[in-house]
């Protein structure tokens, strides 16, 4: 960043132009933040931070034109250490985090943090500051245990070991069949399982269900 500039340049980088129009309206009203551009996956966020030269690049993980992963690599393949990259996402497992920090990504935060905890996040790694979640400070120190499932994350599992499936079960919720698919690889995630049959077995054998 240009010691004598004031004001921080950051992209944004989601695959949900909601969410990307949410972050760009939140810091339009931001002193001392200014959004210079925006991608909606991981190739062409490469493309972006080479023709605006940002100072902080918030990263989403998972998009399907191009994940984050891939990207945060790719920003930092030459050894570069600008701009600094904020993971801003909704997954939390310890192999999304590990992944995301080894392949360089100087913060970690999830989407439901609030906007000051975001702001401060941008100005803490302009400034050379670790931002870390609790999650993320768990894996790093090895003081990570297992993780309590949210309700839904609960909800979800028991609907599924009724044997509903994914559209019967996101129906009962309420909610749609990509928000119980979320919910699902969330709790799989919790579990250290990979699909829906071990998922429950191991939530029984935890006295979850």
Known sequence: MNQNAETIRVVVVDD???????????????????????AADGRQALVVV????????LMD???AGGDGIDA???LRSDGRTRPRILVLTTYHSER???TALAEGADGYLLKDARRADIVRAIHDLVA??????AEALAVLTGRRGEEELTERELQALRLIAEGLTNRSAAARMNISEATLKSH????????G????????HVAYQRGLL
């Open 16 to 38: 949900h132009p909601v969410v990307r129009d949410g972050l760009v309206g939140m810091f339009a009203t931001e002193p001392g933040i200014e959004v210079v551009g925006e």
């Open 193 to 200: 399982v990979g699909d829906r049959a071990a998922a429950v």
């Open 50 to 57: 080479k023709q605006f030269d940002p100072d902080v690049v």
């Open 96 to 98: 999304d985090i590990r």
């Open 72 to 74: 945060i690599a790719a």
């Open 61 to 63: 993980l998972r998009m």
């Open 184 to 191: 699902l690889t969330h709790a799989f995630d919790k579990l």
């Open 128 to 133: 050379g500051r670790p931002v870390l979640t």
